[in-house]
């Protein structure tokens, strides 16, 4: 079939990778006659590099990106909320940073937004956390001045920001809220040039105390983007890191109180990026290059499991180049029971006789994987489209599986699967 498409491709017919492969009115299981997946914001005048969303039950949702600000002069925060059906517009929430002798502070990386209370929007305090580096005027010894904070929203007015982290290195930031409030958050204190270590510790804001801070892995360094993952269970604290020779796990006992367990090997080797999710009960972890899926069985170790409908392709002729490939690859708890995997998909034609035909084509697909193990699907949620930034901005209520994040074109998007 993809050698098929490659022809259509060479001459010159250009048709779509998904109409070729899928078909354009595939649906996912769920009501019969219901509108599986629809799209609840796609804000194409926003420039945003990171975002991020948290889903309630009422449908309600709360949305936060890093936006360009104009001629690109910097970064703002900006805050989204999803009330009856409507959405506010963008309010900027970075202002009143706290200061470090001296030095204001300049929103940098990853932003995330969580609460404690799932019924609605306005029942329980939304938290948003940032990263921010404070400014310098040479590159002295306080060169590498990056720190966390928060702020909450109590359905009518913000408090100040707070900052919950030391003035240093934090890189490779992944944060969520718990069901009593407490924001979680990990990092790594080394950079490009110096090892550092994985740290996983808490902020109360009833409170205003900081938690213990527990090492995760002694011996890693900084990666790249995507590095860690936050999942908070039940009765846990779960993060899967990525070291220099794989993915690990760790899991912090008794909802956070401890202890710390013991290092679990997830995937041997160098895998570009890891999300992970907690889904039926179980610890579900994928990676990408290439796209794999793990879960956690009862005695603690990890099993690969096959994905149904993500299969990437490589064939290189005398000719051409003809690949696909997964990647971004988000894993959620589908509405119920069972999973929802989604990735962007990248079709590549090269044609080495005649560059005129040589075609790039990515689109957001979806698999589901029921809790029997039955795999549905592939199915597109947008077409014709380079994806960037997903991160963990997976959220499921009772009001279905709501999926946030950033295009390449800076566009702010919130997709959500029906119940």
Request: hydrophobic content about 40%; aromatic content about 10%; glycine content about 10%.
């Amino acid at each position: 079939m993809f050698s098929s498409m490659g022809r259509i491709q060479r001459s010159s017919a250009r048709m779509s990778l998904v109409a070729v492969l899928l078909g354009l009115a595939v649906l996912l299981p769920g009501a019969a006659g219901a509108q599986t997946w629809q799209t609840l914001l796609d804000d194409s005048a926003s420039l945003a590099s990171w975002s991020h969303m948290t889903a309630f039950n009422d449908g309600s949702a709360a949305l936060v990106s890093r936006d360009y600000l104009p001629g690109y002069t910097g970064a703002g925060v900006f805050f989204r909320k999803l009330q009856g059906g409507s959405w506010s517009s963008p309010e900027r929430i970075d202002g009143g940073l706290p200061t470090y002798n001296g030095r204001t502070a300049e929103v940098m990386g990853r932003v995330f937004v969580g609460s404690a209370n799932k019924s609605s929007l306005g029942a329980a305090p939304v938290v948003v956390i940032i990263s921010a580096r404070y400014s310098r005027a040479i590159l002295d010894a306080d060169g590498l001045m990056y720190a966390l904070f928060v702020k909450s929203w109590n359905g009518s007015s913000w408090s100040a920001w707070t900052r919950i982290t030391p003035v240093g290195i934090v890189n490779d930031v992944s944060a969520d809220v718990d069901g009593q409030g407490r924001v979680w958050y990990t990092w790594n204190d080394g950079d490009n040039l110096t090892n550092g270590q994985y740290r996983l510790s808490s902020y109360d804001l009833a409170t205003a105390c900081s938690g213990a801070v527990h090492t995760l892995d002694s011996a890693s360094r900084t990666l790249t983007w995507r590095s860690t993952s936050l999942v908070i269970a039940p009765d846990a604290i779960w993060v899967t890191y990525r070291a220099p020779d794989g993915i690990y796990a760790r899991r912090l006992a008794n909802q956070g109180a401890g202890p710390l367990g013991p290092r679990l090997s997830v995937q041997l080797g160098f895998p570009s990026g890891q999300m992970s999710a907690w889904v039926d009960g179980t610890l579900w972890v994928t990676t990408e290059s290439p796209l794999r899926l793990y879960r956690m069985s009862s005695s603690g170790s990890f099993i690969q499991e096959a994905i149904g409908g993500l299969t990437s392709y490589y064939e290189e002729t005398e000719s051409s180049i003809e690949s696909i490939d997964h990647y971004l690859p988000v894993v959620a708890q589908r509405p119920g029971s069972g999973l929802v995997l989604i990735a962007a998909r990248q079709y590549h034609f090269e044609d080495w006789n005649d560059s005129t035909n040589d075609f790039d084509e990515s689109s957001l697909v979806a698999v589901e994987r029921s809790s029997a193990g039955v795999w549905s699907g592939p199915v597109t949620l947008d077409s014709d489209e380079s994806w960037s930034e997903i991160g963990n901005a997976a959220s499921t209520s009772a009001a279905g599986l709501f999926i946030g994040g950033t295009k390449s074109s800076g566009a702010v998007f919130v997709l959500r699967r029906l119940p």
